[in-house]
Nanobody, 126 residues
Framework: QVQLVEFGGGSVQAGGSLRLSCIASGRTISSYLMGWFRQAPGKEREFVAAITWNGGRTYYSDSVKDRFTISRDNAKNTVYLQLNSLKPEDTAVYSC???????????????????WGQGTQVTVSY
């Protein structure tokens, strides 16, 4: 079993930046795909970004591409999401998740991921 806890959310003005962290415990995540998702009020959870087990490949949704950056530090069992040039429409609860398929390829589907964190709120104002 894996426990995931997110940190780093907050309230910022449009154009600002935040760095989210997702710390895993209970099991090393160094062999697994990690993803970030978000859910805004009244909307379904949506894919944001994913990173392969060694950080060799990343993938982003069109809405965040060129503004957000996903990275990982396997020695710290941690995944990061750098959010730049934030927009009010980025307001949501951001959650990290792990796909326990060994050395798995990039996946964007919610149901591909096995464990989830509780999420951290990101609020962007005008």
């Amino acid at each position: 079993q894996v426990q995931l806890v997110e940190f780093g959310g907050g309230s910022v003005q449009a154009g600002g930046s935040l760095r989210l962290s997702c710390i895993a415990s209970g099991r090393t995540i160094s062999s697994y795909l990690m993803g970030w998702f978000r859910q805004a009020p009244g909307k379904e959870r949506e894919f944001v970004a994913a990173i392969t087990w060694n950080g060799g490949r990343t993938y982003y949704s069109d809405s965040v591409k060129d503004r957000f950056t996903i990275s990982r530090d396997n020695a710290k069992n941690t995944v990061y999401l750098q959010l730049n040039s934030l927009k009010p429409e980025d307001t949501a609860v951001y959650s990290c998740a792990v796909d326990l398929s060994y050395l798995g390829t990039l996946r964007t589907e919610v149901n591909a991921y096995h464990y989830w964190g509780q999420g951290t709120q990101v609020t962007v104002s005008y």
